[in-house]
């Protein structure tokens, strides 16, 4: 059983993973970088207004914004600016889903592994707590 210690260290040492992906129309190799779990709250909360309300406008542009920040040059900072968000609406989307999915992956984000928590929080047999 992990310690303290050993939990904060693995877990939140601060430690960003890197990967090459090479675009399937372009063949351009890109480098992208994960996300910490601040980072990833701060992007989900940016489709959100003030009151914590769905915003739409805001949510049209959720995969541009997460490649813009995934995206990064050979020393690992941003390549793209917030101005370039708009630009990757005109981008070859055989190479931008291919990206995007590279970034989701890498930062935790895949549905699948959402869909593995779910089946591992089953609610206890016998335990009601969870109607209300």
């Given at each position: 059983?992990?310690?303290?210690?050993?939990?904060?260290?693995?877990?939140?040492?601060g430690k960003r993973k890197?990967?090459?992906?090479?675009?399937?129309?372009?063949?351009?190799?890109?480098?992208?970088?994960?996300?910490?779990?601040?980072?990833?709250?701060?992007?989900?909360?940016?489709?959100?207004?003030?009151?914590?309300?769905?915003?739409?406008?805001?949510?049209?542009?959720?995969?541009?914004?997460?490649?813009?920040?995934?995206?990064?040059?050979?020393?690992?900072?941003?390549?793209?600016?917030?101005?370039?968000?708009?630009?990757?609406?005109?981008?070859?989307?055989?190479?931008?889903?291919?990206?995007?999915?590279?970034?989701?992956?890498?930062?935790?984000?895949?549905?699948?592994?959402?869909?593995?928590?779910?089946?591992?929080?089953?609610?206890i047999p016998g335990d009601?707590?969870?109607?209300?």
């Amino acid at each position: 059983m992990a310690t303290r210690e050993e939990f904060l260290s693995a877990v939140c040492g601060g430690k960003r993973k890197f990967e090459e992906v090479t675009l399937p129309a372009s063949k351009l190799v890109v480098r992208i970088r994960s996300l910490f779990q601040g980072e990833i709250s701060q992007h989900q909360m940016a489709t959100t207004d003030a009151a914590g309300k769905w915003v739409r406008a805001r949510a049209e542009d959720n995969e541009r914004r997460l490649v813009r920040e995934c995206v990064v040059d050979a020393d690992g900072n941003l390549l793209l600016t917030v101005e370039d968000v708009a630009s990757l609406k005109l981008a070859d989307p055989k190479d931008f889903y291919h990206l995007h999915q590279k970034c989701v992956a890498l930062c935790g984000l895949l549905r699948d592994g959402v869909e593995e928590q779910e089946k591992n929080s089953n609610a206890i047999p016998g335990d009601d707590s969870h109607t209300g």
